[in-house]
């Protein structure tokens, strides 16, 4: 499913006309990415957590050449399923 088949299937589930569940998926994407972009995370109890996660700086090696690679330490986007959801995709 991508993103305006969200919007879509949100219009029929909720009863609202495309351009307001457009307008609330885009709303969802900005709220996430700006508060995983200030450092804090969004838990959805039973659902998930959106969270930023450390990676460290490590050395890796190009499979081609067996040069190594120095990769820079980053902060990654992570998302934690909750219990309710791991049991919904597990039955």
Request: proline share 3%.
């Amino acid at each position: 499913m991508n993103k305006s088949e969200l919007a879509a299937e949100l219009a029929a589930r909720a009863g609202l006309k495309r351009a307001d569940a457009d307008k609330a998926v885009n709303a969802f994407v900005d709220i996430v990415t700006e508060t995983l972009a200030g450092g804090d995370k969004i838990q959805l109890i039973g659902f998930g957590t959106f969270e930023v996660r450390d990676r460290p700086a490590r050395t890796a090696r190009n499979p081609r050449t067996g040069e190594n690679l120095d990769i820079a330490a980053c902060k990654a986007p992570a998302f934690k399923a909750g219990k309710a959801l791991k049991d919904a995709v597990n039955q």
